[in-house]
């Protein structure tokens, strides 16, 4: 025989997490779309049985009690946890969604380029991109992320995609004057705010003293590269940021040495998720999108990790 479980008042559990997470009765009632009145009158009851206060009641303001403050937390996570078993049981039995968490600038420069053979392959995956940035916060909603980092994040699986490698790009027009690394002095050096030790890094791996990146300071790679395409100076590239613009002759490599960042691109993601169908085509598909995408990396890096002393221009130089 199963124990049958003693549960507490679930309408005012509802409306004390709501009000003890907003501090308030009347936003809380905005988010259970009921009124002030009926919030605290269901928060009333959920004290009355459980036997203690869950709120000082004060003037202007809601504060919560010890006790309060103890069950408000472990509520909150619960209904955390609620929310992602939601999402997960919906993503296994409904039409296969695919939430992906990814920086913008990987997005719009290496992945979404790239969607259309997934789509074609896995016609009827729905993919949802959620941008913020590399540094976004992983919400359990999502389906997998993709990262830059060193492969650690306690509590999830990181599949290795390719290293990230720094190497210099600008048009086919200005690489005509660029003979050797240290023709750079002369030049307009982009930079990317969050990224300030790249320039140093390239400089110090190829053994080039005594200059300093000066130019225009953008706050993501795409608006650096792009500026870079449009002839305004010469941007650290990084892979696989610039792979498709070097293709297509929008940009070129007037040194063809490489360095390591010292991270990799990750596909990451919770062991809860990786049965999930539209995860599993997805993860198959990217990581051969990925294992194609890390050959050229290889033919420019020599063994040591620094690049070829080779100088090769792309198509268009």
């Known amino acids: 025989m199963v124990a049958m479980r003693k549960l507490p008042f679930l309408n ?10 907003a501090s308030s009765f009347a936003k809380a009632a905005d988010e259970l779309h009921v009124t002030p009145a009926a ?42 946890q609620l929310a992602n078993l939601t999402a997960q049981v919906a993503a296994v039995a409904g039409n296969g969604v695919l939430t992906i968490g990814v920086g913008p600038t990987f997005a719009t420069r290496w992945l979404i380029p790239r969607l259309a053979e997934f789509q074609k392959k896995e016609p009827d995956v729905e993919v949802h991109f959620v941008t913020g940035g590399a540094t976004v ?26 290293a990230a490698d ?50 225009p300071e953008f706050q993501y790679y795409d608006q650096a590269l792009k500026a870079a395409a449009d002839g305004v100076g010469v941007a650290m590239g990084i892979s696989p940021y610039v792979d498709d613009d070097v293709k297509a002759g929008r940009l ?32 198959t598909w990217i990581m051969h999108a990925a294992l194609t995408a890390r050959a050229p990396q290889q033919s420019r890096r020599a063994p040591d990790g620094r690049s070829r002393k080779t100088r090769v221009f792309s198509r268009g130089h």
């Not at 005012?12 to 997470?21: D, S, T």
């Not at 916060?137 to 390719?162: H, Q």
């Not at 003979?179 to 791996?205: C, G, M, Y």
């Not at 390591?260 to 993860?283: C, V």
């Open 252 to 283: 070129c490599l007037p040194f063809a040495r490489s360095v390591l960042k010292g991270e990799h691109w990750y596909l990451i993601y919770r062991d809860t998720r990786k049965n999930e169908p539209a995860f599993q085509a997805f993860r």
């Open 166 to 215: 720094l190497t210099p790009v600008c048009t086919p027009a200005i690489a005509k004057r660029l003979k050797q690394p240290d023709d750079l002095r002369d030049e307009t050096l982009l930079r990317v705010a969050h990224a300030p030790d790249e320039w140093p890094r390239w400089f110090k791996l190829i053994e080039l003293s005594r200059i300093r990146a000066r130019g």
């Open 137 to 162: 916060d992983y919400k359990d909603e999502w389906t997998c992320g993709i990262r830059l980092g060193n492969g650690s994040w306690p509590g999830f699986t990181a599949e290795r995609m390719f």
């Open 39 to 80: 919030v605290s009158r269901m928060v009333q009851l959920l004290e009355a049985r459980l036997g203690f206060a869950l709120f000082e009641r004060k003037a202007n303001r809601l504060m919560l009690t010890p006790a309060g403050s103890v069950y408000q937390a472990g509520l909150t996570q619960l209904f955390d």
């Open 12 to 21: 005012g559990i509802r409306a004390f997490e709501a009000a003890a997470r």
